[in-house]
């Protein structure tokens, strides 16, 4: 099967330095994605704080069953 999605890539986050000091902050930025897009999984790819170029995440449509 193929997977559809689409592939979401931060280059300038906004919240970088304050995610160096409290990185919690990242997960309320996940949470946001999940509440405006309900029909959507949201899964982090890259991240910043893990030594990556940007943040990325991998937004796909909910499988129905």
Known sequence: TST???I???HHCAISEVAESYPTVC???LEMFAE???DCTIERTHWINE???NCGYLIQPKISN
């Open 27 to 29: 997960g309320h930025e």
């Open 4 to 6: 559809k999605g689409y």
């Open 51 to 53: 030594g990556e170029h």
């Open 36 to 38: 405006i897009l309900p």
């Open 8 to 10: 979401l890539a931060e």
